[in-house]
Every structure is written in C-alpha cells, then in structure tokens.
C-alpha cells in the first residue's frame, strides 16, 4: 500500500502540471502595495522557495496562495482552480502551516490533529489514524496526549507541520518554517521536509535564510519590494549572480574603502558592507594572498563559497538582515 | 532515520466539494465537545448550586420581607401582580443567568480566537468558509446557554415556581433566546476589539447594569419614567416579560414582540459578527 501510493506519486510527477499559476499577481493593503505584479509557476513535485527579507511581500503571496487572501489585481490558479469562487475546494487540497503557530493550547496533542481533521470532513477513523501516523513522522507519538502549551518551540513548529498533512494535501504551503527554532530543531524540520519531498508533495515555502532555501529548494525566487528579482535554481543563481568564492576581509574602523581601492582590481566585484569588504573572485585564497602582499592588514578574513546570501546581496544591494 | 514506516501514507478520505453550510457545522462539532468536555464540571456548579442559592437568599429570605411589604405601607406582592416575590424573581434570574452565560461564552473565548491561540485562522485555512465559523460559533454559543438554562430550570422547578411543564419548555426556549440576542452582538463585539481590557467593558458598561434594571428583581415601572422607558427597550427586559409569561403561564399577545424583538437583536448581532469575522479572516 506504502509502496504502490508512492509510485502513483511518482508517476503523476512526471506529468507537468502547474500545481500554482500566477501572472501579474497583486496585493494591495490600501494605498501600500506589498506585491506589485509578479509571474509565478511551480510544477507537481517541486520545492519552490520565495526568498527575500522581511518585508519583501513573500507572507502576502503566500496568504493569497492560501486561498483566503483575496488578490487585488493579475491572476492566480491554484491547482487549476480560481480561489475567489474555488476557495474550500482548494483549501480541501492544500496544507498550510502558517508563520505564527496557530495551535489551541488547551487541546491535547493529538486532538489538536484529530479536531483539524475533522474541519475537513474526514472521518473520525481517518482522523484518529492520520493523527497517529503524523505523530510518529514528527516524532511526536509520546508527547500525543500532552497540553500543547508544554511542548518546545520545535515541537510546536512540527506539530504545525503535523497538522498541516492531516488531509493529505498535494502542494504544501510553509510559511517561514523554521524562523525562531534553534539549529538543531530547525535541522529536524529540514529532515523531515525532505522526505515529504521524496513522497511527491510539492512544497512552496517562505524563508529569509539563504542556508534553508539552499537546502529545500529546487527552485526560487528571490522577492524585494514586492517584485522578483530573479529566479532559478539556488545553484544557477549562485552562478549567474556571484563568482565562485567571496573573500571576506574585516578591517579596522573606517578602513574598508581605503582596502577596497587597493586590492578592488583582484576581484570581478567589490561589496563594501559597514562591518567588511567582499571581493568576489574564482579563487579565493590566491586572491587573498595577492591582498596581503600588496600590504592589506585586515583584522581577519574569510574564504568561502558563494552563497544565496550574495545573490541576495547582488540583486538589492543590501544584506538579508539589513 | 528511515523514511519507510514514518511517512505519511495515502489513504485518508478528504471530501473535496465546499461544504454546505450545515456540513460545516457538524464538521465543527468535535471540536466544540472537546471543548464542553473540559469545561462542563465549572458551569455544572454555576448552573445549578448558585441559581439554588440565590433563590435561598433572594427568593425565600429576602422574599420573606417583600410578600410582608405591605405591614410598611407598601404594595407587597400587589406590584409583583400577586406573585410572591419567589415566583417572581425565578423566571428573571433565569433570563439573567441566560445572558450572562451567552456573554461569558462570547467575550474571552471569542477574543482568544483570534489573538492567544488564534483557532479561527486555524480553522479558516481548513475548507471552512468564514460563514461557517460564525455560524459555529453563534450556534455553540448558543448550546451552552441551552446546558446552562436546562440545568437551573430543573433548580427552578425543584422550588415549585414553575406551572407546567409546557412552561419549563418555554421557560427553556425563551432564556436560549435571550442569551442568543445578547451574545450575538457580543460575538460581534470581541471580533471587533483588539484588546482584551475592552471584554470587561462588557460586564461594567453592559451587562451588569442592564440585568439589574431589568425587571428581573423588581417591577421596571418601580423606576423613574425615564429609565423604565430605557429598560423597556433593552433586550434583556423582553426577555424577563418571556420568561416570567412562561413560568406563571400569563401568556399575553405581548409575548410575540418580545419574541420578535429578540429575534431581530439575534440577527442583527450575528450579521454584525459576520461582517467583523470578514474583516478579520477574510481581507488580510
């Protein structure tokens, strides 16, 4: 039964199927515009990521998404269907685990699934069963008859994350999954977005982390200001917007323009950041040895990867955090 | 960690249509009842030692001086149109206790709904409609002022201040009627409010004085022309005059505005609670 479901899966997901469609899509708060037309499409089975700072619209397309936002101008389908006149038959088929948990604390553990369940008109079988199978995936089974209001941050971000499977849906919608968990609970979260991945749900998910969107997206895009700026995979991202490697060089206070023009040559690009200088180039180390011979005493430095983080830092000219 | 055994597996059976709204409501059910179940044993005592107490005190010590009344000069139990002060103030502190269970469970539950543990954004990223959450919530609302009421008719009828027991169903129907046009508007209320200090207001400004002047423990035409006008236009009186018509089986053609009156407060309250859910779960 395990198996031939996710095959069924599987083979529907080489079939491609816009699971969302937006063109143009819009939200207006009054005279504030916090999506401002943006083109979107994801595919059964894919994880797509919106990545961007606070700010940037990602929560408002995701509430729209949703089914319970209404959008103000362009058009959206989800799942083939048109969420003004659709919306509970879309809804029935999505799952949403929302940024702020929404999980009512006076219940058990496991009513908390069984009671949202029931919203969708499963059955209290189906209930109790799918309740009981999604604490076991979230490693919650122990914790089933607890008061929620006892549980750790993560704990109630899995929860969420439980609660959000109960009917099954075919496209998850996460919204900020793992903002305010510590490492190691945000680790699990990854595990275990990652084998509801392998299932063939296709996930669209919000974050501000680059290493999160790295991690669970096939595909992105990146959103300031209420547009895209771009989009891709992290990787042709990484490749189209940033050199191979950064280096980081920490200066002294009120030094870091002064090093940027005298080594800004070795680099095919110079970022000066209040706190440091990133020089992007092919080969970081060779670079960095160039810069210290030239006489550059920073007060420590940092080879690495490029990341999202530069992509990020490419497109907006501002950090994620900033 | 292995991925067979703990993954989610098909099989579960998601109607996928949009609910009517009936089906809506028997899909909020479960929910409700888990909620009754933590919280009948607290209501059980309110509904049913409390009423007895008060019925104690007011009705027979208290009453004892009133039916006496007219050793002082006044009208005794002549203004009470020949009840004795007992039979008097039951079918009142019935109403009373019917819109004050109404507001209980409209005020902070509501409230809570959309700050402290937000169920309703919950519930509408389900296939419910905000229509439907309204509806659950007036009509849950509702059938706890119904527990709330069958369980101090019962202390009523145990004092013998009811006639028949056509009256206790209608003494029954008529409280579930007053509690409804007063919780109604509240639920309204506490989807409008954004701080829960604004709930108390409810109790001060609302319900506590309007209860009192009711005409549940005195005749309202005691009061200054004035205030006995205002009394008679708040919703609370009609539903005293009801429920005081169905325990003494008094019933005059009155009966129907009162009725009326509450049905439109009822309506007027829960359109008032749909707009505010909107507002709040439908535009963000």
Redesign the interface.
């Known amino acids: 039964?395990?198996k031939t479901?996710s095959v069924?899966?599987l083979r529907v997901g080489r079939v491609t199927e816009a699971m969302l469609e937006a063109r143009g899509l819009r939200k207006a708060y009054g005279d504030f515009e916090a999506v401002r037309g943006i083109d979107v499409t994801v595919q059964r089975g894919e994880a797509f990521g919106f990545l961007g700072p606070n700010g940037a619209g990602k929560s408002s397309t995701m509430?729209m998404v949703?089914a319970?936002?209404?959008i103000s101008g362009g058009s959206l389908r989800i799942l083939g269907m048109d969420p003004a006149t659709?919306?509970?038959?879309i809804?029935?088929?999505i799952g949403?685990c929302?940024q702020?948990?929404?999980?009512?604390?006076?219940?058990t553990v496991r009513?908390n699934l069984?009671?949202?369940?029931?919203?969708?008109?499963?059955?209290?079988r189906?209930?109790a069963?799918?309740a009981d199978?999604?604490l076991?995936?979230v490693h919650l089974t122990e914790k089933a008859d607890g008061m929620v209001e006892d549980l750790s941050g993560g704990m109630k971000r899995r929860l969420t994350i439980a609660?959000s499977?109960?009917?099954?849906p075919e496209v998850l919608l996460l919204d900020e999954p793992t903002t305010g968990l510590d490492p190691q609970a945000r680790h699990v979260v990854w595990?275990q977005l990652h084998?509801?991945k392998?299932?063939g749900v296709t996930i669209v998910l919000t974050t501000h982390y680059m290493d999160e969107a790295e991690q669970l997206c096939d595909r992105l895009v990146v959103m300031d200001n209420g547009v895209i700026a771009a989009e891709g995979s992290p990787l042709s991202l990484i490749a189209r917007y940033a050199t191979r490697e950064v280096v980081e060089l920490r200066m002294g206070v009120g030094e870091n323009d002064d090093a940027a023009a005298q080594v800004g040559d070795l680099a095919e690009r110079v970022e000066v950041l209040p706190d440091r200088v990133l020089l992007y180039v092919a080969d970081g180390e060779k670079v960095l040895e160039e810069a210290v011979a030239r006489g550059l005493e920073p007060l420590s430095t940092l080879v690495r990867r490029s990341s999202l983080e530069d992509v990020f830092l490419r497109l907006t000219g501002r950090a994620l955090d900033e | 960690?292995s991925?067979?055994?703990?993954?989610?597996?098909?099989?579960?059976?998601?109607?996928?249509?949009?609910?009517t709204a009936w089906?809506a409501l028997v899909?909020?059910?479960?929910?409700y009842t888990?909620?009754v179940r933590?919280t009948w044993r607290g209501s059980a005592f309110s509904y049913t030692v409390l009423p007895a107490l008060v019925l104690a005190s007011l009705g027979l010590g208290l009453g004892g001086f009133v039916d006496d009344g007219t050793q002082g000069g006044g009208e005794g139990t002549a203004a009470l149109g020949g009840l004795s002060y007992l039979a008097y103030i039951a079918p009142g502190m019935v109403a009373v206790t019917a819109v004050m269970a109404g507001a209980g469970e409209s005020t902070f539950p509501v409230y809570a709904g959309f700050t402290?543990?937000?169920?309703y954004?919950?519930?509408?990223?389900?296939?419910?409609?905000v229509r439907d959450i309204v509806n659950g919530v007036v009509v849950y609302v509702a059938v706890r002022v119904l527990i709330a009421v069958g369980l101090i008719t019962v202390v009523v009828a145990l004092f013998q201040v009811i006639g028949s027991v056509l009256g206790a169903a209608a003494l029954v129907g008529a409280a579930v009627l007053v509690g409804a046009a007063h919780a109604a508007p509240i639920i309204a209320y506490a989807g409008w409010a954004h701080e829960d200090t604004a709930l108390g207001l409810v109790y001060r400004v609302g319900v506590i004085p309007m209860t009192l002047f009711s005409g549940a423990y005195f005749p309202v035409e005691q009061l200054p022309a004035v205030v006995e006008a205002v009394a008679k236009a708040l919703p609370v009186w009609h539903g005293v005059e009801l429920c005081r018509m169905a325990t003494t089986g008094d019933v005059t053609s009155a009966a129907w505005v009162h009725v009326l009156y509450l049905l439109v407060v009822t309506g007027v309250g829960w359109a008032l609670a749909q707009r505010q859910f909107d507002r709040r779960?439908?535009?963000?």
């Open positions: 039964m395990d479901a069924r899966i509430r949703a319970v936002s209404p659709d919306g509970p038959a809804r029935a088929r949403v929302p702020e948990d929404s999980l009512d604390g006076d219940l009513d069984v009671v949202y369940a029931r919203y969708f008109g499963i059955s209290r189906d209930a069963r799918k199978e999604l076991e995936f609660r499977l109960v009917n099954e595990d084998r509801l392998q299932t | 960690m991925t067979t055994g703990t993954r989610p597996t098909a099989g579960v059976r998601t109607p996928t249509g949009t609910p089906q899909r909020q059910v479960p929910y888990t909620v933590r402290w543990n937000k169920i954004f919950a519930m509408r990223s389900t296939s419910l409609q779960l439908g535009r963000v």
